[in-house]
């Protein structure tokens, strides 16, 4: 196994889907948590801006509209990480796996 | 197999025993049982009903599992045979507490927006777990969270430090839901406080000690599809009511509502942008590395299926918070001005908590309420269930079988203590419910997020992402940090001037996740920059390896073939 281990992380193939897998979790992430601290700061420092009612005649306000959109945002960029690595990075890894395995 | 059903047997009879004695009023209780708060008098035989087809199922299944789990792999994972889809469910089933429905709807319908901030924030945890865990715990996971860790660190005082803040976690998080649980519960069935902590510890103890990671999981599906579909029910029924006109449901709100259009806007929940953000990393982080929900990741064959489960868990959760911002407001449409649920004061019968459930009456008689006040109970049998499986794994896996045997305990006596700790920790679980009934316990369940944001997120993500971790940083750092932690909160304001009654509280602020993390965090970092032991050059070394198998699968733990 520790042979494995020694070829595959000499492929470098392997780096580069490291990398890229690591690039997408970081950028996702980023984004999340922009997403999310911008929430918590507007609750703490600009109240007044989310308790604004999104059109004359409703309620409904930026608030609301916020808190809908945080929890789609994130629901939509698992979605987003799930696709990719379905559809890209897991074929790599087994191409590379298998040929580690498969040398002499 | 003579000897586990010996000890079977002594184990439910000591569990009756128990049962028997606990509660001096059980006539009265079981009279009790079949009627409801005294205020209606009426027998809502459907709501016993659908109690006992959840218990009749659920024990069903308990014993259907009990004859599928014999080894360790078996008992901490369900031999590593669930799926995607399946775990999915059952991880949204972990995640939402009574507090996620009942908790969420009481905050909505007493204060309006500010209830809802606890449905946006904590969902914030669930993409991070994907983008930066999910196929990493997977592929170098086995049983618990310190096995991740102690690949490559050094076992015993690893082990040492996740099992002991793992223990502290479940003990904290499952008080909350005990005493949740009881007051709920009496209020629901009419059942007296201490009857009802009887009967949660005794069918945990059954599910989890008889049944374990299998029966656990059946039991968090089902409870996730019934509280999902309850949800959906609701949320349907009070849209209807406005032509499922979202602004119609408002505007109703705003009317009923003391505050008017106060409960669309933010009132001070968050007093002050310290707090604010130290609360926001508490949720987010700490609830990305619960270990009763990580431990979840380990029950599927596979890094693909850990993705895809983390998938539909964050769908399913995402979706039961949206129902929530519909819940909480009608909560306070349909029961706010109702003299059905309302006291001689014009006080809300069973205090806010029970403003969810008195919604469902109202929009579905006593059917709905019937199938909710069962939902509300699945909900937290669900969720003790896997708090326990999380503790007895901690127990039996990390201390039992490997700081005291030194991994030379065979698969049967692991086992065997599993099961015993299971009984343990629901024992343990009765005693501290009963302890702190009628206590304020909202501030325990900042107990649990401020350790898992403090330990069990720094150490998870710098084992897998940081080559210079060595053991003597992550010991010194995760129990400075855990210090930290806990000596805040307990010089905070809640407990040092709330209940401790002292005049100012020596450490401002309510939520010290932002400053214990830190300390976690830079200890952990500058204590191994300095360690220059032969065990840090090995530890360095061993990075390579790790990485390669937490990238690519090859060498994980696998599934049990049956």
């Keep these: ?104 | 197999m003579n000897r586990q059903n010996t000890f079977v047997t002594i184990a439910t009879l000591a569990l009756l025993g128990f049962a028997g004695t606990a509660s001096a009023s059980i006539g009265e209780a079981i009279h009790n049982m079949f009627t409801l708060p005294a205020n209606t008098g009426a027998i809502n035989t459907k709501a016993v009903s659908m109690f006992f087809g959840f218990v009749l199922i659920s024990l069903s299944i308990t014993v259907w599992a009990a004859k599928r789990t014999k080894s360790t792999s078996d008992f901490y994972t369900a031999g590593g045979n669930i799926g995607g889809f399946q775990n999915g469910l059952a991880i949204c089933g972990d995640w939402c507490s009574s507090a996620a429905l009942m908790g969420v709807a009481a905050l909505i319908y007493s204060t309006g927006f500010d209830g809802l901030i606890y449905s946006v924030v904590p969902f914030g945890a669930w993409p991070l777990m994907m983008f930066l865990l999910a196929d990493r715990l997977r592929n170098l996971g086995k049983y618990t969270l310190a096995d991740i860790v102690s690949l490559r660190l050094a076992r015993v005082p690893i082990r040492t430090l996740v099992a002991g803040a793992s223990l502290a976690f479940v003990v904290g998080y499952l008080i909350v839901q005990m005493v949740g649980a009881g007051t709920l519960i009496s209020n629901l069935f009419g059942l007296n406080y201490e009857m009802a902590q009887v009967i949660i510890g005794v069918l945990i103890v059954l599910y989890v000690a008889f049944g374990g990671m299998i029966a656990t999981t059946y039991v968090q599906l089902i409870k996730a599809v019934l509280l999902l579909s309850g949800a959906t029910f609701i949320v349907v029924a009070v849209l209807a009511k406005f032509g499922f006109s979202l602004n119609g449901l408002y505007q109703a709100a705003v009317d009923n509502h003391p505050l008017k259009t106060g409960v669309m806007q933010p009132g001070g929940l968050l007093p002050d942008p310290v707090n604010a953000i130290s609360c926001g990393v508490m949720l987010i982080f700490g609830g990305a590395a619960m270990p009763h929900v990580l431990m979840r990741f380990f029950t599927v064959p596979d890094a693909k299926e850990a993705r895809r489960s983390v998938a539909w868990a964050a769908t399913f959760i995402g979706y039961f918070y949206l129902l929530t911002f519909v819940i909480g407001y009608g909560a306070i449409a349909f029961v706010m001005k109702n003299p059905d649920f309302l006291d001689a004061k014009g006080i809300i019968i069973g205090g806010p908590n029970m403003a969810a459930i008195h919604l469902s009456e109202a929009m579905g008689g006593d059917l709905l309420l019937g199938f909710i006040s069962a939902v509300a109970f699945a909900t937290i049998v669900a969720v003790v269930a896997g708090l326990t499986i999380a503790g007895a794994s901690a127990i039996s896996h990390d201390i039992y079988a490997n700081i005291f045997r030194h991994g030379k305990a065979t698969d049967a006596e692991v086992v065997k203590v599993s099961r015993i700790a299971a009984l343990g920790l629901g024992v343990l679980g009765i005693v501290l419910g009963i302890a702190f009934k009628g206590q304020n316990i909202a501030y325990l369940i900042v107990l649990p997020f401020t350790i898992s944001s403090t330990v069990f997120f720094p150490v998870l993500f710098l084992t897998m992402y940081w080559r210079r971790l060595t053991t003597t940083g992550v010991v010194v750092g995760g129990w400075l940090g855990l210090a930290t932690g806990i000596l805040l909160l307990v010089v905070g304001p809640t407990i040092w001037k709330d209940i401790l009654g002292n005049a100012a509280p020596l450490f401002p602020y309510k939520y010290p996740a932002l400053f214990s993390m830190t300390v976690t965090f830079v200890t952990m970092i500058v204590v191994s920059l300095l360690d220059k032991s032969e065990r840090a050059k090995a530890e360095l070394a061993s990075f390579d390896d790790q990485f390669v198998r937490s990238q690519t699968g090859l060498g994980a733990e696998g599934a049990v073939q049956h």
Excluded at chain 1, 56 to 78: D, K, M
Aim: proline fraction near 4%.
């Design chain 1, 1 to 104: 196994m520790e042979d494995i281990y020694r070829r595959i992380d000499t492929d470098p193939r392997f780096h580069a889907l490291a990398r890229a897998r690591s690039r997408l979790g970081w950028t996702l992430s980023a984004a999340v948590l922009l997403a999310y601290f911008a929430f918590i700061f507007a609750i703490a420092f600009a109240p007044d801006w989310l308790a604004q009612p999104l059109h004359a005649g409703t309620v409904v306000t930026t608030g609301i509209l916020a808190g809908v959109l945080v929890i789609v945002l994130c629901v939509s960029l698992t979605g987003v990480y799930i696709w990719q690595a379905n559809r890209r990075y897991d074929g790599q890894n087994r191409a590379i796996v298998d040929d580690a395995s498969r040398a002499p």
